[in-house]
């Protein structure tokens, strides 16, 4: 595996071997990390990555792929060879979400303003990755004119530049200062690929308000068979509300309407995409901490 020459390098594992072998025995005996998993019993990401000699943006982005990707963490750390320099690893996920995914992002940015901004977004992450510094003030101005075109491009800003846009202003950040930037990008990522479905499927704004004024109405039809929520025992104000979702499901799902059978099937075909889409980014990420040269090359 080549060392990545970047600044502020944090050897892998601070160089020792017994740290690597000591992570991946606890990541196999299911020991909570932050590399695997969160919540309140996960210990403090950025005091944890600095004690096994790993970036944070790095462990952010694993943690958050490895939800649908569970191998993830025990292969990235097997991957990487101790004493290696990977705060790059980060850095060059954009560069594949750009022109390396299979559906890119650079395609969905038509204008030139667009595509101005996006290779500006990208020739910053590239010189982080290849050791270089980027002020914040480069950083703000291609996050300001990627901003704008998320607001303004498109009805409601939902058109796939906008979308697109949207995904690369939240990577434009130095991962060092700000590491969950890139974890904010993936969350963007999943959101385009959302409001693409959704738009594929005529479900919008309208629909949305209709399928919550379906809830309300059945909500209410729900309670009145069941009755008043308890005010004097809350245990059983709990059971109440267990059984009023309950009942609100069961109402919702024989309902002779066809909107929450139709969003059914949306939701559904929204988490496998955004499931296939964390997969095909967790093997770029495994494929830059492998191989990173030819990534980088251009």
Known sequence: MADFDARETVPAFH??????????????AGVVAPLSVSGPETPDAAAWAA?????LALVLLTAHLGRAVSHLPLALVAAIEPGATIVAVAHLAPLWAWDGAPDPL????VSAI?????????????????GGA???????????????LGQWAGEGGRNDEALAATVMAACCWDYA?????????LNAWEGLVTERLRRADGWGEAEDELFQQLIRAQRTLALEALGPEPTDDPEAAKAHGRELVERLLERLNTSQDPLPARK??????????RTELREQIAGALLGIVREPAPTVAS
Do not use: C, F, Y
């Not at 004690?51 to 970036?55: A, D, H, I």
């Not at 667009?114 to 290849?130: I, N």
């Open 15 to 28: 160089g020792d071997p017994a740290v690597k072998a000591e992570l991946l025995a606890e990541l196999e």
């Open 177 to 185: 200062t700000a590491p969950g930037a890139a974890v904010d990008m």
């Open 114 to 130: 667009g595509q101005a901004a996006g290779v500006e977004a990208v020739s910053l992450h590239r010189r982080m990755a290849a």
């Open 106 to 109: 650079r395609p969905m940015m």
């Open 134 to 148: 980027v002020s914040r003030a480069e950083w703000r101005a291609v996050r300001a004119s990627l901003g704008r």
């Open 264 to 273: 059914a099937a949306l939701n559904e075909r929204i988490a496998a995409a």
């Open 51 to 55: 004690r096994v000699g790993l970036p």
